[in-house]
């Protein structure tokens, strides 16, 4: 009986020293989580040469006086002295980034050139980041019970504490009361296997 009160009062020393420096230190958890953030999209210049092809033409037909009206084909009833015969010359350079157009109107001499582009690179790039925070173990006493037997009798009807530190290191009593005559006492230590 007197080593299970030592080995009890030694319990309740260990718990209450413990209590006591956790109120004394200036223990400060980590507060602020690991952040981890990674750029996905980097924009690199690219210059590509623009060849406009000379090979492939149109005929229309463009007025003297207002270049800016066109007409495709003459019919008997429209004055074939009032036009002059232009050729229109059109082209597309497209790749992953951007399509150009290019149009121009000559006869002999440029009436007209366009030069256009549409970009197809996205209008909103998403980063994504991920923000770990850091797991904390907390100290605790616990209560518990445990039943057990087998298939003949109940022998294990049991109460007991658990203090806890940090998830590294536990201290247990239970206390047996299946024969409440002579209950045992059983005392636990373990430490943590796998982090």
């Given at each position: ?99 150009i157009y290019s149009y121009n109107l ?30 904390t173990f907390r100290s605790g006493l ?54």
């Open positions: 009986m007197k080593t299970e009160r030592l080995l009890l009062l030694i319990i309740l020393a260990l718990v209450v020293s413990n209590l006591f420096l956790k109120q004394c230190s200036n223990f400060k958890a980590q507060d602020q989580p690991t952040v981890t953030i990674t750029k996905d999209t980097i924009w690199q210049t690219k210059v590509d040469t623009f060849k406009v092809q000379t090979v492939k033409y149109k005929t229309v037909y463009v007025n003297k006086e207002d270049t800016s009206q066109i007409i495709e084909n003459l019919t008997e009833t429209e004055d074939a002295s009032l036009f002059n015969q232009a050729k229109v010359y059109q082209d597309t350079l497209s790749n992953d980034d951007i399509d000559l006869d002999g001499n440029l009436l007209d050139s366009q030069l256009s582009y549409k970009l197809k690179v996205p209008r909103q790039i998403t980063v994504t980041k991920t923000i770990e925070h850091p797991k616990y209560a518990f019970t445990e039943v057990g037997g087998n298939t003949q009798q109940l022998s294990n009807l049991s109460l007991g504490l658990q203090y806890n530190r940090k998830g590294n290191w536990f201290a247990s009593y239970r206390l047996n009361l299946n024969q409440l005559q002579s209950p045992t006492h059983n005392v636990g230590v373990g430490v943590r296997v796998f982090k």
